[in-house]
């Protein structure tokens, strides 16, 4: 069994900042690859970033590219989404997700990902 368990959401104001951070343990701790998805209110889950965990080869939603940046840290088994100029637009829940497919090394797919974290609520004021 694995376990995910996000921190670091809350409210700002646009144009402020906010890490999350999501530990991993378990099986999770084992995985290829690891990634932030968001749901906003009303709105179906959708892919933010990702992260392979042996070479930190990233890829992102053009809506964050130069925004939002992913990194891991392998010795904490923790990865993290530093979120900066944020917009009314990004308020969701935050999930982290852990991908165990080998014959992959990333994804921005929903269902190539075998756990999920319970997600942290980001809410952006204008």
């Known amino acids: 069994q694995g376990q995910l368990v996000e921190s670091g959401g809350g409210l700002v104001q646009a144009g402020g900042s906010l890490r999350l951070s999501c530990a991993a343990s378990g099986r999770t701790a084992s995985a290829y690859y690891m990634g932030w998805f968001r749901q906003p209110p009303g709105k179906e889950r959708e892919f933010v970033a990702t992260i392979n965990w042996s070479d930190d080869n990233t890829y992102y939603t053009d809506s964050v590219k130069g925004r939002f940046t992913i990194s891991r840290d392998n010795a904490k088994n923790t990865m993290y989404l530093q979120m900066n100029s944020l917009k009314p637009e990004d308020t969701a829940v935050y999930y982290c997700?852990?991908?165990?497919?080998?014959?992959?090394?990333?994804?921005?797919?929903?269902?190539?990902?075998?756990?999920w974290g319970q997600g942290t609520q980001v809410t952006v004021s204008s």
């Open positions: 997700a852990a991908g165990l497919r080998s014959n992959l090394r990333s994804s921005s797919r929903l269902r190539d990902y075998a756990y």
